[in-house]
């Protein structure tokens, strides 16, 4: 028989992974390890940033080999919450506890287990937790959830608890409710908001569950959120969302309504490092068992002391985040370097140097780091240490780099009176500073410098080392850059090509590009016929011939997804974006526009005419074609 484990502040994280598996173990749940932080079939996003990411094509309906009722605590990373670090919330590596329903249970058992889990095993007061609800949105059809907050009363007064429902919870504030209705804060999927949403990608509506830490922590008098009416998702830091139960059910349309899947799904995810957190009675989840190790070995390193002041503060996290994150990525296969997840990886280990210089911290110091990481995660994830070795070689080699770069690299910041894009995109390619680096630096001397400058600066290098490549061979052969930046158009016109021809179903799976051939997957249920073949071919270099000019722009988000932009990769971009088209004109008559980063020919008449030459199947529902340049004699 297991040992009961203990309640309250004396759990480890070990043991609240472990109570949280078993719980849903009881209910019927089938247990699945972690996922890796890559994902392994889903080239649409970097990173695995949530619980449900490996899941996917369960919840659009392929069957899964263990049932319906899956559970885990899933690593995560999210990327975009890098600069969000330096709170006492917000890290980019966690681990996610989920739970999910493949077409079984739904909002009743759900929310009834959530409850009790927290409730009874963990015993959390019930006193202390609220709940919210989705209003609804008539534009894409979905109706108010009034199921939710139903079952929620029912649940608190089971436990003797009070709980009145409050409409438009944003504006009207807390009312003495328990249970809030929001807006599209309260719908979920991996891209956001409704609208924001690509086709094909499953959502829901959503009911939080958030954790009280009391007005008498008086955050409100203390912060910017003083003058507003709080709410339980106002941020202000009061309430902690502990745990998000999506009713996973719609699926967004290439015509932008939305349809109920063929299975009603439920998908939880709750914040272990929270968790941790509200049973350590500490809003700071730095401070548990999660993080101390590592802040500890920080004090050691730098002398100082966590807790002793907001600056200090805010570099223990980021360091303390930044080193843990990249650690398991690296574990996880992902190292630093300038290309994709390795440029994250980067990012975040520069980020973690820097701020240690901060709190004097100047011998190398982040493979020490990665020692405690090690430590801390032995029982959960023992690869970590099975890697640590080669994981703190790479880390050593890329300190040592940085350290020559940052020097020279700060030198070079104090000599310009003026930081610019011209400026960030001079240290990126001369010294390796990643963008954000020096758009920091910058913001602590009151300087803006934005994305579209420094993209600005970026595509006019690349537009002159391509004129400056054709230059030098004129009338030669090709060289390879040449060869796969053609090859990178056409694999925009490809997708355009497949998109008309077989139907906007079609999305972009993955491509691979050599100075050879350009292998491209994407989304269709049955294997191309000849005609489709080669109607496709022609339509490429019916393009081709048309000589159909190439335009980039820098773009608000949401303007260019409005303005029909194709978004591949749905959760990497930042709120300004490049939009690459393809047409005479790129307001009204084009025939692709995708967000990508190039680099690209100016026009397509630069591409040599092409030929489809394989087409195979790359996995269920997935197709792979094949394309080269046609031979010339
Ligand atoms: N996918 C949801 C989230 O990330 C719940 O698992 O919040």
Redesign the pocket.
Known sequence: MKKPLPKGKSMTPNQLRQKYLDFFEKQGHAIVPSAALVPENDPTTLFT?????PMIQYLLGEEHPKGTRIADSQK?FRSQDIEEVGDNRHTTFFE?L?NWSLGDYFKEEQLGWFFAFLTEELGIDPQKLYVTAYEGNEAIGVPKDTETPEIWKKLFASVGTSAEVIDDAAKNGLQGGRIFYYGDGNW?S?AGAPSTMPAGEPGGP?S?VFYDFGAEKKLHENNEFKDVPCHVNCDCGRFLEI????F?QYQKQPDGTFTELAQKNV????GFERILAVLGNTQDVFETGLFTPIISQIETLSGKKYGSDSETNRSFRVIADHIKAATMLATDGVYPSNKEQGYFSRRLLRRAIRFGKMIGIEKPFIADVATAVAQMYEEAYPQVTENLVRIQAAFKAEEQKFQKALATGLREIEKVTEITGETAFYLYETYGFPFELTQEIAAEKGITISVASFQAAKTAHADASRQASSAKFKGGLADHSEKTTQYHTATHLLHAALRKILGEHVQQKGSNITEKRLRFDFSHPAALTTEEKTAVEAQVNEWIAADLPMTVKIMDKEEALKSGAIAFFIEKYPDEVTVYTIGNDPETDWISKEFCGGPHVNSTGEISPIELFKEQSASAGVRRVYLRSKPTN
């Open positions: 940033g949530s619980g449900m990411q995560c996610m989920g979920w991996r959503d939080e745990g998000n139960s999506v996973m998908d939880f995810g709750g």
